[in-house]
């Protein structure tokens, strides 16, 4: 069973930077394409950027330029870099982790609130 925690979520003004961290245990954390995603108030949960074992990537269109994600095999953890934040970034996000092969992430972080004043 995989385990996934996430932190550095928190309040920003728009145009600034945060950047979220999730820490996974308990799997083979080398062996999973982990990605990320955010749920807005009243709306439903959408994909933001993933990283696959290889260290590809791929991006939501309204974040692509701004976020970037990375990861650390020898640490098991996943970032989200996130720049140039705007009011529409407010969410929760969560760090997600699918196992090679599958179409649907497995595992699901607890989420991480980030909230970017205007």
């Known amino acids: 069973q995989v385990q996934l925690v996430e932190s550095g979520g928190g309040l920003v003004q728009a145009g600034g930077s945060l950047r979220l961290s999730c820490a996974a245990s308990?799997?083979?954390?080398?062996?999973?394409?982990m990605g990320w995603f955010r749920q807005a108030p009243g709306k439903e949960r959408e994909f933001v950027a993933n990283i696959r074992r290889s260290g590809g990537s791929s991006y939501a269109d309204s974040v692509k330029g701004r976020f970037t994600i990375s990861r650390d095999n020898a640490k098991n953890t996943v970032d989200l870099q996130m720049n140039s934040l705007k009011p529409e970034d407010t969410a929760v996000y969560f760090c997600a982790a699918r196992i090679v092969g599958k179409l649907n992430y497995d595992y699901w972080g607890q989420g991480t609130q980030v909230t970017v004043s205007s």
């Open positions: 308990g799997g083979t954390f080398s062996g999973y394409t």
